[in-house]
């Protein structure tokens, strides 16, 4: 999100993005990775050649502009980790638009943000996501995904732990379409969360069976004060904090792996 590795900063010059991507990927190479997790969507955008989803400002410092003479970081960057005998896991945000409320006004035109407003939510601090609750935000960041597995030879597809954010945001019009069949706000959410995850698993690999699907969510699922199956611990767990139950994930077998992030 702040060009912490990649690229080393903003620019359309296809020299500068390989150049970074090479030593980046030789660095992987010599510090013994055999696999390479690469960001490739941010912020509803992209890192790719994309029909569904703009070039990423991070990568070119204008959202909606490419790189120059055709340059793909994602098609360069499988290629330059395979040549190393390495994996490249493409990695997505699912749901977040912008990760400040002063990117709101820099989304590009075609940005399904722009075109699908109705989609659309904003949380306390004033960023904007794709509502987890509403399954037309599902079913585009599952296409998103899978027009990922479809056009590259990525070995894994994965996301990463941000699902309801912990600002706060009115999702109460959505909610009341399910509110009866989910008298809880937070088992509906956690409900809507775990479509997603079952939904993606089954569109990557209905594409591509051999690619992994992966999660990275909260080191912590919940903590046994405050649901008997958790875990000693007092942090802010992932099932009540950002209603994600990726031990649902794992018992369902929606993941081929979880990669719990210390984070708390």
């Known amino acids: 999100?702040?060009?912490?590795?990649?690229?080393?900063?903003?620019?359309?010059?296809?020299?500068?993005?390989?150049?970074d991507l090479i030593s980046i990927m030789d660095n992987c190479k010599a510090m013994g990775f055999n696999a390479?997790?690469?960001?490739?969507?941010?912020?509803?955008?992209?890192?790719?050649?994309?029909?569904i989803f703009p070039w990423s400002r991070y990568l070119t410092g204008t959202q909606g502009t490419a790189p120059d003479g055709g340059f793909d970081p994602l098609a360069f960057a499988v290629q330059e980790a395979h040549a190393?005998?390495?994996?490249?896991?493409?990695?997505?945000?699912?749901?977040?638009?912008?990760?400040?409320?002063?990117?709101?006004?820099?989304?590009?035109?075609?940005?399904?943000?722009?075109?699908?407003?109705?989609?659309?939510?904003?949380?306390?601090?004033g960023k904007m996501y794709y509502n987890p609750g509403d399954s037309?935000?599902?079913?585009?960041?599952?296409?998103?995904a899978v027009e990922i597995v479809k056009n590259y030879d990525v070995d894994g597809l994965h996301m990463d732990d941000y699902f309801y954010p912990e600002g706060d945001f009115?999702?109460?019009?959505?909610?009341s379409f399910y509110q009866a069949?989910?008298?809880?706000?937070?088992?509906?959410?956690?409900?809507?969360?775990?479509?997603?995850?079952?939904?993606?698993d089954e569109a990557v690999h209905a594409e591509k069976p051999d690619v992994e699907f992966g999660i990275s969510p909260r080191g912590i699922w919940a903590n046994a004060s405050d649901m008997?199956?958790?875990?000693?611990?007092?942090g802010?767990?992932?099932?009540h904090k950002i209603y994600a139950d990726s031990r649902a994930w794992v018992k369902n077998g929606w993941v081929d792996y979880i990669m719990p992030l210390s984070l708390i």
Request: charged share 20%.
């Open 136 to 144: 037309a935000s599902i079913n585009l960041i599952v296409d998103g």
């Open 1 to 19: 999100m702040a060009n912490i590795d990649y690229p080393s900063q903003q620019t359309t010059n296809p020299e500068t993005l390989k150049n």
């Open 36 to 51: 390479v997790f690469f960001q490739v969507r941010p912020a509803s955008d992209a890192l790719y050649a994309s029909s």
């Open 170 to 175: 009115n999702d109460d019009v959505t909610y």
């Open 84 to 125: 190393r005998g390495m994996e490249l896991h493409a990695w997505i945000n699912p749901y977040r638009i912008t990760n400040s409320s002063a990117d709101n006004d820099r989304l590009a035109a075609g940005n399904p943000a722009v075109q699908h407003p109705e989609l659309v939510i904003t949380d306390s601090d």
């Open 181 to 200: 069949q989910y008298p809880d706000k937070g088992d509906w959410r956690r409900a809507m969360v775990n479509k997603l995850v079952q939904q993606m």
């Open 228 to 234: 008997p199956e958790g875990s000693a611990t007092a």
């Open 236 to 239: 802010g767990g992932s099932y």
